[in-house]
């Protein structure tokens, strides 16, 4: 088993790509890895030694994992951002329509109600 697979698998999870980006990113990833400890190794430090400070240097695997997902996707937060605006336009406007508009409210007083007697 690969030591870096826990940590790469967990950088890639939360990633919102398809199956076959998130096979390239892990490659990648995986190569970047093991040149970094290959450095390491070269350098005269143990395997162990060098699996960990490989990933040290690679960094946390939350901010990797948002730092990528923001590369990826640069305007996604903006696009939310709008979409919710739009929401609430939309939403906002239905609710003008039902509750009050004039010509409800005029029809509203127009009709009788039946009497019972």
Request: proline share 3%; glycine share 6%; net charge negative.
């Amino acid at each position: 088993m690969n030591p870096f697979d826990s940590y790469l698998k967990k950088i890639i999870a939360n990633i919102d790509v398809s199956e076959e980006e998130k096979h390239e990113l892990y490659t990648e990833f995986l190569d970047h890895l093991t040149q970094l400890k290959a450095e390491y190794i070269a350098k005269g430090f143990s395997e162990s030694e060098s699996i960990q400070m490989a990933i040290n240097a690679f960094g946390d695997t939350g901010k990797v994992g948002k730092s990528l997902e923001k590369a990826i996707f640069p305007y996604k937060q903006w696009i939310n951002g709008c979409a919710w605006i739009g929401l609430l336009i939309y939403i906002a406007v239905v609710l003008q329509l039902l509750f009050f508009d004039k010509f409800r409210l005029i029809s509203r007083e127009h009709v009788s109600t039946p009497t019972l007697f």
